[in-house]
């Protein structure tokens, strides 16, 4: 394990960090470590539970996407706003930026949460570190994240003070839809072991995360470990059990209306936090056809999209996504357009969004916005394994 984060460490210097040149890159793939000769079998299923491992190479043979306008200068804004070593940062304006545009997000010690935010809409639309327009960007990105991997007896942590545990959640799902998508036996380990440590901060009585390892959880910082299982799942890695048992656990205590909304803490009717414990049932083996679950997806679509709180529209996106039929083609019609009128056009934020004046928005920024927006705009590709629907699960 340590001889690879310290490959991946080099690897980060190798690469050139002036102007992608998309040209020169051809179609040869980006490794992270180039020495590695890639393997084109399946990611084989590992998971102690019934639910399905993807196909990886059916993944990486589906991964090319043609890539529309809206996509594209999302992508480009962000791929602008990469740091020299591979990272991003929430105060955007750092780096090659030079301040050019505003909203930046205050939450500036939050490298791997902000790296690994900005590396999803990539992944989401089959971009990764050895295919795509976006080779470079990805790599380094990836590579960023594992040279920052902190190592001990409970596994791999990318926890930081300021990101807290959501850094951790956020960068496993990244390096597992990685993973899922190329099938690098390079990151397997590290993916391995930061489910690993997932599992070890699960609070061990309530079966929830949040800022800490072990404290007892909420529904916002839960539902994006939930997802990391679910993407470790789906890339064939070993999933306890015990932990998926105990996250239902968490989602059954904050639960309302015998099932249809979720709170924060405690039983409750949050907008954001209902779209969230929706979707996590279905990572946990929930089915759609529950009563409950069908009266959880009325009464979010039915608040329809929020013209400021991308939080809450991407974790509703992707519960209404699992519904399909009508209500999904209404509200991803609702969304994009919404997301089309507020679209940056103009000057360097050209492809980005800064909506609203939340806690989270002042924290993330612009950065944090455009991430959110593109996983929106991207969902019904389904490149990421926690977006894809099973339809015998229908």
Same mark, same amino acid.
């Given at each position: ?14 690469? #050139? ?15 992270? $470590? ?25 993944? !990486?043979?589906? %991964? ?22 591979? %990272? ?12 050019? &545009? ?21 992944? %989401? ?5 050895? !295919? ?14 594992? %040279?920052?991997?902190?190592? $001990? ?6 926890? #930081? ?14 390096? &597992? ?13 590290? &993916? ?98 529950? #009563? ?33 039929? #009508? ?18 056009? $103009? ?21 944090? &916005? ?23 699960? !229908?």
């Amino acid at each position: 394990m340590q001889k690879a984060v310290e490959q991946v460490a080099v690897q980060v210097k190798r690469i #050139e960090t002036g102007p992608l040149d998309l040209h020169a890159l051809g179609d040869a793939p980006i490794s992270i $470590d180039q020495t590695i000769v890639q393997d084109d079998s399946p990611a084989q299923e590992d998971s102690r539970n019934s639910n399905k491992a993807v196909n990886g190479k059916q993944r !990486r043979d589906a %991964s090319s996407i043609d890539l529309d306008p809206q996509n594209v200068s999302a992508l480009q804004w962000l791929a602008e706003h990469q740091l020299p070593d591979g %990272s991003w940062n929430f105060d955007h304006r750092t780096g090659p930026c030079g301040g050019r &545009c505003d909203g930046a997000g205050t939450a500036t010690g939050a490298t791997n949460a902000a790296t690994a935010m900005a590396l999803l809409p990539f992944l %989401s639309l089959g971009q990764s570190h050895q !295919r795509g327009e976006y080779q470079q960007t990805v790599g380094r990105g990836v590579a960023y994240l594992v %040279s920052k991997a902190k190592h $001990d007896k409970n596994g791999t942590s990318f926890h #930081e003070r300021q990101g807290t545990m959501y850094s951790h959640g956020l960068a496993t799902i990244v390096l &597992c839809e990685a993973y899922g998508l190329t099938g690098d036996k390079q990151l397997k380990d590290v &993916c391995q072991s930061a489910l690993g440590f997932i599992d070890y901060a699960q609070d061990p009585v309530g079966g929830g995360w949040r800022y800490s390892p072990r404290q007892p959880g909420d529904t916002s910082v839960s539902g994006w470990h939930v997802s990391a299982l679910k993407s470790g799942q789906l890339a064939g890695l070993t999933v306890p059990d015990k932990t998926l048992i105990g996250a239902s656990r968490f989602f059954d205590s904050v639960q309302s209306d015998a099932g249809a909304k979720f709170g924060y803490t405690t039983p409750g009717a949050r907008r954001s936090t209902t779209a969230i414990g929706l979707m996590s049932r279905i990572h946990l083996g929930g089915k759609r056809d529950h #009563e409950a679950w069908q009266r959880g997806i009325d009464y979010i679509q039915k608040i329809g999209p929020s013209p400021s709180d991308l939080y809450f529209n991407f974790h509703a996106t992707q519960a209404i996504s699992q519904h399909g039929g #009508e209500p999904w083609t209404k509200w991803q019609k609702s969304v994009g357009d919404l997301l089309h009128k507020t679209q940056a056009i $103009d000057g360097h934020a050209t492809g980005s969004w800064h909506t609203g004046n939340d806690h989270s928005t002042s924290r993330g920024g612009r950065l944090y &916005c455009t991430s959110l927006a593109t996983l929106i705009l991207a969902i019904h590709h389904r490149k990421l394994g926690i977006s894809q629907v099973e339809e015998d699960d !229908r």
